[in-house]
């Protein structure tokens, strides 16, 4: 995954896309801040989850941006999320991210909110990097409250 995005932050550089090439160089800082907290490299899975958070913190900026009426903004921070997705697995449909919580729920059989930790617990790997967690907890809460 690194090597992808070092590929593609050269390739920018080559074919002079300051766009990309600024979200990648973001991208590429937010890995080695992270490698060196852990001091150790990141496996693929932990480098989807640093920009599963970049796209959350985007995703956050725009919901600011969308108070303030600020449209540039908002355009340039989508572009933005669009670039960071390329790098994500494909994501899951509602459908999908339904059918792998009804699954989880077979085998955790929550009885409250209480066992709300647990089911995310086992969901989190089921659904890293290919769905939106926020949707998924949304979700889970919905399915238990009709519990």
Known sequence: MKDRILNDLKD??????????????????????????????LTDDEV???????????????KEFEKGSRDDLINKTQEEIDILMEYLPKQMTNEEIEETIDK?????????????????????PLVRGKADMGLVSKIVKEKISNI
């Open 12 to 41: 920018a550089m080559k074919n002079k896309d300051k766009e990309r090439l600024a979200v990648i160089r973001l991208v590429k800082g937010s890995i080695q801040m992270t490698e060196l907290d852990k001091k150790r490299e």
């Open 48 to 62: 989807i989850d640093v920009i599963s958070k970049e796209i959350k913190s985007r995703k956050d900026s725009i």
């Open 104 to 124: 989880v729920f077979d085998i955790v059989k929550p009885t409250s909110q209480k066992d709300m930790g647990k089911i995310m617990k086992e969901i989190n």
